[in-house]
C-alpha cells in the first residue's frame, strides 16, 4: 500500500528510464522484433495474430520483469510465453472479451476493466502455475486504488506519443520500451 501512495508517475517513469540504462539497445531491439513479428501476423491473417498475442505478450512481460529486476533480459523471453501457452491464449481472450464488452456498453467500462486488469500478464507471467482467472482476479486486488493512477500515468504516454509527432515518430523508438519498463515498474 505504500507503493500506491509515495511514489509518483514522474518517479515510477524515472526510475524505468534508469533501470533501461546499459539495457537501451536490448529493450529497442527487443520491441522493434515484437513489432515486426505482430505485423507479420496480422498481414497472414487475423488467427494466426490471436494465437500468438497471449503467448507474446507474456513474454514481453517476462523481459521486462527481468530487465527491471536485472535478471538477465534476453531477446528469448520473447517466447517464454509459448511454455505455458494455453494459459497465455486464455487470458489474451478471456483479456479481450471483457475488455470488448466493456466498450460495448460503453467506452468508460471498457477504460475501467482495461485498468483493472491491465496486470494480469505480469501476473501469469511471474506465477505460471495460477489460473487465468486467478491472474484476473489478483490483477483486480492489485489494482485497488491504483486505476486513477494508471489512468494518469497512460495520459503521461499519451503526451509522450504526440510529442514524438515532432522526431517524425522516430522518438517512438526509445518511448515504446520506456513505456513497456514502466508498466512492469508500476
Do not use: C, H
Request: proline share 3%.
Amino acid at each position: 500500500n505504500n507503493f500506491k501512495t509515495v511514489i509518483s508517475n514522474t518517479d515510477i517513469l524515472r526510475d524505468a528510464w534508469d533501470s533501461l540504462s546499459g539495457y537501451w539497445g536490448l529493450a529497442i531491439g527487443f520491441s522493434f522484433l515484437f513489432g515486426i513479428i505482430t505485423s507479420f501476423a496480422s498481414n497472414l491473417f487475423l488467427i494466426p495474430l490471436l494465437i500468438i498475442s497471449g503467448p507474446l505478450s507474456i513474454g514481453y512481460s517476462i523481459f521486462t520483469l527481468n530487465l527491471v529486476r536485472k535478471k538477465n533480459p534476453e531477446i528469448g523471453n520473447m517466447f517464454e510465453g509459448f511454455n505455458f501457452f494455453g494459459k497465455a491464449l486464455g487470458l489474451y481472450f478471456l483479456y479481450t472479451l471483457i475488455i470488448l464488452g466493456g466498450f460495448v456498453l460503453l467506452i468508460i467500462p471498457g477504460i475501467y476493466f482495461s485498468l483493472m486488469f491491465s496486470q494480469s500478464y505480469f501476473i501469469l507471467a511471474d506465477n505460471p502455475n495460477i489460473k487465468v482467472t486467478g491472474a484476473l482476479r489478483k490483477s483486480r486486488e492489485i489494482m485497488d486504488g491504483s486505476m486513477l493512477k494508471l489512468f494518469f500515468l497512460q495520459l503521461m504516454y499519451l503526451v509522450l506519443i504526440i510529442l514524438s509527432i515532432f522526431t517524425l515518430f522516430i522518438g517512438l523508438i526509445v518511448i515504446i520500451p520506456w513505456i513497456r519498463v514502466t508498466n512492469a515498474k508500476f
